[in-house]
């Protein structure tokens, strides 16, 4: 198995002198810089995916099962401020054709754990169902670095400048996303663009890959009563579809 690690056209030619760069189009380039993503696992059918995640810039990959095509992540124990990300990169093996990767994204549990007193205060009734999804803001977005170059934040976790959504439905509460994107059961899952600067649809090959990032943050403090002891679970599930 090799882990494809060959310099695409777009990497060659953005890259070269891009240290000497410091704005574009008269916006700063100011960002992370590019990260290594320490863990890696394959799907069985030509699928790579280097991955990571981070809670308040410290790992979290703890809470993360990965089971080769899907990463499951589980977020309890939150406060107002907190915030984490989640980073795969896929990549194809030797001898996989061309493909197009694919992704499925499901809102697993909603787990209330407890109703405290705090809680009924703030008006939740629910001893079944937390309420953590509704507060959690969440976005996915190609991971690709600043103006679609690797040495400027790819893989950092970060939306920098010129990088994209997935899909114009996947910034909002965790609950909206959820409810937006297909999830992993549905017939038709979400077709990711292997090179999301250029224009058209491409697929992988053997000489490029593509990450996206999963962010997530608590930023409402008023929600910290009627969200106590709630935590949520959800999946992100990928495969490729070769190139007819």
């Known amino acids: 198995m090799k882990h494809n690690r060959n310099l695409t056209r777009r990497k060659l030619l ?10 574009a189009g008269g916006f700063a380039i100011v960002t992370e810089p590019a990260r290594a993503l320490d863990h890696t696992t394959t799907d069985g059918n030509g699928l790579v995916l ?19 095509s899907t990463f499951s992540y589980s977020a309890l ?3 107002p401020g907190d915030s984490g990300t ?6 194809l093996t030797d001898g996989t054709a061309d493909s197009f ?8 549990r909603t787990d209330e754990n407890d109703l ?36 400027w934040g790819a893989t950092n976790g970060e939306q920098d400048l010129g990088e994209g959504l997935i899909d114009p439905d996947a910034e909002g509460t965790l609950a909206e996303v959820a409810d937006a994107l297909p999830d992993k059961d549905d017939v038709e899952w979400l077709t990711l663009d292997a090179e999301p600067t250029t224009s058209g649809a491409d697929p992988l090959t053997d000489n490029n890959t593509v990450a996206v990032s999963f962010g997530w943050v608590f930023a409402r ?17 990928f495969y490729v579809a070769e190139v007819e």
């Open 14 to 23: 953005l890259g070269l002198g891009a240290l000497g760069v410091s704005t």
């Open 50 to 68: 280097d991955w990571a995640a981070t809670r308040n810039g410290g790992d979290d990959s703890g809470s993360v099962t990965d089971t080769g």
């Open 77 to 79: 124990n939150l406060m």
């Open 86 to 91: 989640l980073t795969v990169e896929m990549s």
């Open 101 to 108: 990767p694919q992704f499925a994204f499901e809102l697993t």
């Open 116 to 151: 405290t007193d705090p809680e009924r205060e703030a008006g939740d009734d629910t001893p079944d169902e937390g309420e953590l999804q509704n507060y959690l803001d969440v976005k996915i977005f190609y991971d690709t670095g600043t103006l679609g170059v690797d040495m």
């Open 221 to 237: 403090s008023g929600a910290i009563n009627a969200t106590q002891t709630d935590s949520v679970s959800f999946d992100l599930n």
